[in-house]
């Protein structure tokens, strides 16, 4: 092969590999050309913000949780420890214990935080004061009461409530090893209507579905002065 032939063929692949490329690019630029301009939107572009999403405020989360899908009733239940001060010996005071079943259905009131609470409390006890060993009275009492309430809910939940119910009391002379009877006439059945005003402070706890009260209540039994006040400790769940 000759010098010049060899120089041609050196020349035409040059040319060729300069053309390809230019020609490649062309078309890429015709096609672009030819696409149709892009629609202006009318949605907002995003905006980069440095504001933090926080929870909800702590206000928030004592309220009671549970609610049903009318939003408007709240429910819970539980039991109150109680315990009613009796003055059975002259000066000194006997603590009865009286536990409660507790059940309440809360109503939202048009002012902030406020609810009315409508209760039901059954109440059972066969605590005894002291008393000689071998002739006692044993005084039996289940109690029963419907009450509203008003409570406002915020960090603490401070309640005031009426309630109004009945006693029914069995009393029955019991006698020991050394005496032989007990004179049955002292056995007896009564009943007592039951009012009182119970003042409360409640502390929620995981978002308001559990609520620990204690509590300060005013009583009166209508035919037994012997007891005016009492007190107890209030579990509840919400649901």
Known sequence: MSCSRLIKTTLSILLISWIQPAFAAGKTSLRRAQLPPSQPTSEPAPQQTNDVISDQSLLDEVQLKPQNGAGNWRYA????????????????????????????????????????????????????????????????????????????????????????????????????????????????????????????????????????????RFQKLSMDDRTTWGFGFEVTKAW
Not at 129 to 149: C, F, H, N
Not at 155 to 168: E, K, L, N, Q, R
């Open 77 to 216: 239940a539980g039991l109150n420890m109680a315990w009613s001060v009796r003055r059975d010996y002259g000066a000194r005071s006997f603590r009865r214990f009286e536990p409660e079943m507790v059940g309440y259905m809360y109503t939202a009131l048009p002012w902030a935080r406020s609810w009315l609470r409508h209760g039901a409390r059954i109440s059972y006890s066969n605590d005894q004061a002291q008393m000689p060993k071998y002739v006692r009275l044993e005084e039996t009492d289940w109690k029963a009461s419907i009450e509203e309430g008003l409570i406002w809910n915020w960090y603490v939940s401070p309640s005031m409530t009426f309630g109004y119910g009945y006693d029914w009391r069995r009393i029955e002379a019991r006698n020991g090893g050394a005496v032989k009877s007990a004179d049955s006439r002292l056995n007896s059945r009564q009943t007592f209507t039951w009012q009182y005003l119970q003042f409360g402070v409640g502390l929620p706890a995981l978002y308001g579905e559990y609520e620990f009260q204690p509590n300060f």
